[in-house]
């Protein structure tokens, strides 16, 4: 009985990594059309009788603004150029400044959030964390750092039922993603910690303050290279920032 036991939690695992490995391949090619945040997003607005909202179209990376890639960047990651996928100081820090206050501050970094985002759902779970490191290590292993970027910028949520660059930029701007401006990408980009609190537009003080910081960042950060050769200089901008 333990034989087939063992035998059936084998081939578990087996297809497990095996369609997870098909899946990764898969999306290295191929637009990622809706993530597992979409369908609970879409439930939790229909069990709670709001209007279902899904706005999300897929656009290539060089039709995402400059600006926004570098805002989010400035935002979300700051060594997303050099790190293998696992930022070991922004996990520390995030560890120090959350047993001193109330407020949970993450370490995730884009890849991360990526991998999250298009293959997990939204939990603070050892099981779903480790779930995470593991699709983490499978993109930074298939994938480049454009194509990482670039699924990024297309499946993260940009507002409530907003998904990605180009459906965020025409619901809080009215134009396309690849017309953003610094400061327009830094509204975006502050968001993103709680896309469906803060507003891009109207914004606090608070966001307000935030964007100007981002834009300054933007103006500031040079040349934007998505290769593991990026100056150090350029990092040391975004790191002094974070």
Excluded: C
């Excluded at 979409?38 to 995402?64: A, C, N």
């Excluded at 603004?65 to 050099?82: P, Y």
């Amino acid at each position: 009985m333990w034989r087939k036991i063992s035998r059936f939690v084998f081939k578990i695992f087996l297809w497990f990594f095996a369609l997870s490995i098909f899946f990764v391949f898969l999306f290295k090619f191929v637009p990622v059309p809706y993530t597992p945040l979409m369908f609970i997003r879409g439930y939790e607005q229909i069990s709670s009788d709001k209007p279902f909202t899904l706005k999300h179209k897929w656009v290539p990376l060089e039709k995402i603004s400059v600006n926004l890639q570098k805002a989010v960047i400035a935002s979300e990651d700051g060594h997303f150029v050099k790190h293998r996928g696992f930022d070991l100081d922004a996990i520390e820090k995030a560890y120090q400044s959350n047993q001193k206050q109330k407020r949970i501050r993450g370490g995730s970094t884009i890849s991360q959030q990526t991998a999250k985002n298009v293959f997990l759902w939204p939990g603070r779970s050892y099981f779903r964390k480790g779930l995470e490191a593991y699709f983490t290590i499978l993109i930074e292993l298939f994938w480049s750092k454009e194509r990482i970027l670039e699924v990024y910028l297309n499946s993260i949520e940009m507002g409530d039922g907003i998904y990605g660059a180009q459906a965020a930029a025409q619901y809080w701007y009215k134009k396309d993603a690849q017309n953003l401006t610094a400061y327009e990408s830094a509204g975006i980009a502050v968001i993103l910690p709680n896309p469906r609190k803060y507003k891009a537009v109207n914004s606090s003080a608070y966001i307000n303050g935030r964007k100007q910081k981002i834009t300054f960042y933007i103006h500031n950060f040079g040349p934007l290279e998505l290769t593991n050769q990026q100056k150090k200089k350029d990092v040391q901008k975004i790191k002094k920032n974070k």
